[in-house]
């Protein structure tokens, strides 16, 4: 599956055309390394997303098979590793 599209599926990002505009601009990193929003998302790939003023590392424990997936299943495809707010003094 696209890495745009398991953002979106898994609520990371609301849409798909935010989470490819995050992946064109190098803000989705997939296993250490900035990714496309075409990459293929594996289970155990770890994906770490910066916003603003913090970031959200992710593992993906499962891929589901199809497109559409319930609200209540879709936290059930990652684990949150860590959610930390970046330093904006500057």
Known sequence: MRLDLFLKLTRL???RSLAQQLCDA???FLN???AKSSHAVK???EIVI???DYETTVRVINV???RNVPRREASS???IISERELNTDE
Do not use: H, S
């Open 13 to 15: 990002c609301p849409r």
């Open 26 to 28: 190098g803000f989705v």
């Open 32 to 34: 250490g390394r900035p």
């Open 43 to 45: 289970p155990a790939d």
């Open 50 to 52: 910066r916003r603003r």
């Open 64 to 66: 589901p098979a199809i």
């Open 77 to 79: 495809l990652i684990e």
